[in-house]
T-cell receptor, first 115, second 112 residues
Framework: DVKVTQSSRYLVKRTGEKVFLECVQD?????MFWYRQDPGLGLRLIYF???????EKGDIPEGYSVSREKKERFSLILESASTNQTSMYLC??????????????FGPGTRLTVT | AQRVTQPEKLLSVFKGAPVELKCNYS??????LFWYVQYSRQRLQLLLR??SRESIKGFTADLNKGETSFHLKKPFAQEEDSAMYYC??????????????FGAGTRLAVHP
C-alpha cells in the first residue's frame, strides 16, 4: 500500500511566522504535489515536483515555496504566514506518467490555522 | 482555459434513490477524467477513471465528448456513499507530470 504521510494533522501559527509542512511518500514515486483544499473551491495546485531538486509552479504559488532534496520528501514553506493561508493542505504523489495519467495518492492533510 | 465545473455543492437523496453527480469540463484536447472521493475523516482517494470503463462500488461514469461531461451515476444510493466527490481532469501528455485540475466538489448526503 502506498503511504503518504504529512508531519502534522493540525497546526496553529501566528501571522508572519515561517511555516514548514512536510510530506513523505514510501513508494519511490517521481511526482509529488502540494494542494490546498478550501470549501467551494475544491483542490488547487500550489507546487509540484517531478524529480529531486526540480519544481514547477501550480495555479496558486504566491506566498509559498517548496523544497525537494530527497525523492521521498517534499516540503511546503510559507515564508511569512498570513491569515488567508488558513486552509487544509494536502500532499500527493504519483508515478511518472509516460503518456497516461496515473493515480495520485494523497496524504491525510494538515489543517493550518494562521492567527 | 482548462476548467472543471461541478454545479452542485450539495446533493441530498434518500437511500435507494438514483444518484447523478454532474461534472463538466473545458479542455481543447483529449483529457483524462477522474472521480476522487473523500469519506468523512479519510484521505482523498481515486474512485474511478474514464479510461478504465469500470464500475466501482456501483458507480459508473461515461465521458461524453460532445457535451464535455463526465457525470457520476449510481442507480441505488447507499448511506455509506455519503462523502465529498471531486471530478478531476488531467491533460493528456502533460509532460509526464500528470497534473490534475479539480472541480469544486459535490457533497453527497444519503439519508435513511
Amino acid at each position: 500500500d502506498v503511504k503518504v504521510t504529512q508531519s502534522s494533522r493540525y497546526l496553529v501559527k501566528r501571522t508572519g511566522e515561517k511555516v514548514f509542512l512536510e510530506c513523505v511518500q514510501d513508494m519511490d514515486h517521481e511526482n509529488m504535489f502540494w494542494y490546498r483544499q478550501d470549501p467551494g473551491l475544491g483542490l488547487r495546485l500550489i507546487y509540484f515536483s517531478y524529480d529531486v531538486k526540480m519544481k514547477e509552479k501550480g495555479d496558486i504559488p504566491e506566498g509559498y515555496s517548496v523544497s525537494r532534496e530527497k525523492k521521498e520528501r517534499f516540503s511546503l514553506i510559507l515564508e511569512s504566514a498570513s491569515t488567508n493561508q488558513t486552509s487544509m493542505y494536502l500532499c500527493a504523489s504519483s508515478s511518472l506518467a509516460g503518456g497516461s495519467s496515473y493515480e495520485q495518492y494523497f496524504g491525510p492533510g494538515t489543517r493550518l490555522t494562521v492567527t | 482555459a482548462q476548467r472543471v465545473t461541478q454545479p452542485e455543492k450539495l446533493l441530498s437523496v434518500f437511500k435507494g434513490a438514483p444518484v447523478e453527480l454532474k461534472c463538466n469540463y473545458s479542455y481543447s484536447g483529449s483529457p483524462e477524467l477522474f472521480w476522487y472521493v473523500q469519506y468523512s475523516r479519510q484521505r482523498l482517494q481515486l474512485l474511478l477513471r474514464h479510461i478504465s470503463r469500470e464500475s466501482i462500488k456501483g458507480f459508473t461514469a461515461d465521458l461524453n465528448k460532445g457535451e464535455t461531461s463526465f457525470h457520476l451515476k449510481k442507480p441505488f444510493a447507499q448511506e455509506e456513499d455519503s462523502a465529498m466527490y471531486y471530478c478531476a481532469l488531467s491533460p493528456r501528455f502533460s509532460g509526464g507530470y500528470n497534473k490534475l485540475i479539480f472541480g469544486a466538489g459535490t457533497r453527497l448526503a444519503v439519508h435513511p
